[in-house]
């Protein structure tokens, strides 16, 4: 398994302003993953990450406006820029391990962001 | 296209009653499929997972789910609930393919939440 934790924890930001979330994994995982959970609603795959490469977005997500970082196999970091009252949201970050059980993620426990 | 329903939006049982809560997937090969469970201002805690062999799995805090192909579900049940159990279930399926771009991409159903009365 692995324990990973989050900063902020939340945050509340003006409208056109950015924030930088950080993730910090306690082992070395080969997959991270950003979700986002906007309120009442499920967990949407915003992109992935792996290190030493360009993070995967999906579909209605682009990397101008969430760009992401994966500078080693412990860390990542995920930016909301330009933010609206429409990026009021909770983001978590989750790792996979490595091998076919890389579909067994571990989440942390999310940044929840109120844009005003 | 993956997708997982989970068509109990709320649920509220009586402590000490039994749980049942109800997960459907739709995928054409064999999934791999989760329940989490996020309490309130938490993140997700895996509780237990699907990936082959034994169709009824048991996860953590006496969860149990059973993985029926005929039906495409993986229902989550436990025989006795208890007060900590008030949270949100969340059922996901994942698949080893390189699906949409996201290799090890899990897809989530919005959610059951679960009440419990004293």
């Known amino acids: 398994s692995a324990v990973i934790s989050q900063k902020p924890s939340r945050d509340i930001c003006q409208r056109g302003t950015s924030l930088t979330i950080q993730c910090q994994v306690d082992?070395?995982?080969?997959?991270m993953f950003w979700y986002r959970q906007q309120p009442g609603q499920s967990l949407t795959l915003i992109a992935t990450?792996?290190?030493?490469?360009?993070?995967?977005?999906e579909s209605g997500f682009v990397i101008d406006k969430f760009p992401i970082s994966r500078p080693n196999l412990t860390f990542s970091t995920l930016t909301v820029s330009n933010m609206s009252p429409e990026d009021s949201s909770i983001y978590l970050c989750?790792?996979?391990?490595?091998?076919?059980?890389?579909?067994?993620?571990?989440f942390g426990p999310g940044t929840r962001l109120t844009v005003l | 296209a993956q997708s997982v329903t989970q068509p109990d939006i709320h649920i509220t049982v009586s402590e000490g009653a039994s749980l049942e809560l109800r997960c459907n997937y739709s995928y054409g090969a064999t999934p791999y499929l989760f329940w989490y469970v996020q309490s309130p201002g938490q993140g997700l805690q895996l509780l237990l997972k699907?990936?082959?062999?034994?169709?009824l799995v048991q996860g953590i805090k006496g969860f149990e789910a059973e993985f029926k192909r005929s039906q495409s579900s993986f229902n989550l049940r436990k025989p006795s609930v208890h007060w900590s159990d008030a949270a949100e279930y969340f059922c996901?399926?994942?698949?080893?393919?390189?699906?949409?771009?996201?290799?090890?991409?899990?897809?989530f159903g919005k959610g059951t939440k679960l009440s419990v009365k004293p």
């Open positions: 996901a399926v994942g698949a080893m393919e390189n699906y949409g771009g996201s290799q090890g991409n899990l897809i």
């Open positions: 989750s790792a996979g391990t490595s091998g076919y059980s890389y579909n067994e993620q571990f």
């Open positions: 699907y990936f082959s062999g034994d169709t």
């Open positions: 990450a792996n290190q030493g490469s360009e993070a995967t977005y």
């Open positions: 082992s070395q995982v080969t997959m």
